[in-house]
């Protein structure tokens, strides 16, 4: 990666930071979650509306540092009109890119799309939670129950 992308991925997590796109509550929303990480005291909540398996709209909430804010707006930007499926999916490429093993033949963030801007979250193991906040409440929110003061 060179600098000036490495300067292009810092600009769009800041920009998302400090202007949080879909942040805000929902009303009457299919699917929601708290997530919570104590190691920095990032906090959100997250909101989905769901048809016919396909995610219609996804809110949040909360306050966190940069990291877990941008991480968190660029998800709810990426996840709209993508099936139930297609979002786990995402889930678990998202996850392996931060988390899983470098392999110099397979650029990390593949098929990700802007959310590849994370990459860059692996080398530093304490924001690794900040990051991926977002994607376990997404998770916590999927496999839950419709009501909302029952996951804490
Ligand atoms: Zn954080």
């Known amino acids: 990666m060179t600098s ?24 009457n929303p299919d699917y929601t979650a708290d997530g919570f990480n104590p190691l ?3 906090k959100l909540k997250l909101f989905l509306k ?19 804010t941008a991480s968190a707006s660029v998800m709810t930007d990426v996840l709209k009109g993508q099936t139930v499926t297609q979002a786990e ?3 678990e490429t998202f996850h392996y890119m931060i988390t899983g093993p470098k392999d110099p ?6 098929g990700l ?27 916590s929110a999927l496999a839950g129950s419709h009501d909302a003061t029952s996951t804490e």
């Open 4 to 27: 000036d992308l490495q300067d292009l991925y810092q600009d769009l997590i800041i920009d998302h930071s400090k202007r949080p796109r879909n942040f805000g509550p929902m009303e």
């Open 40 to 42: 920095c005291g990032d």
């Open 50 to 68: 769901v048809e016919d398996g396909v995610i219609k709209d996804v809110k949040f909430v909360g306050a966190g540092c940069a990291i877990s």
């Open 89 to 91: 999916n995402l889930f």
């Open 105 to 110: 033949q397979h650029h990390a963030g593949e």
């Open 113 to 139: 799309g802007k959310l590849a801007v994370f990459a860059g979250v692996s080398e530093f193991p304490a924001r690794v939670k900040c990051a991926t906040l977002a994607w376990h409440t997404l998770k």
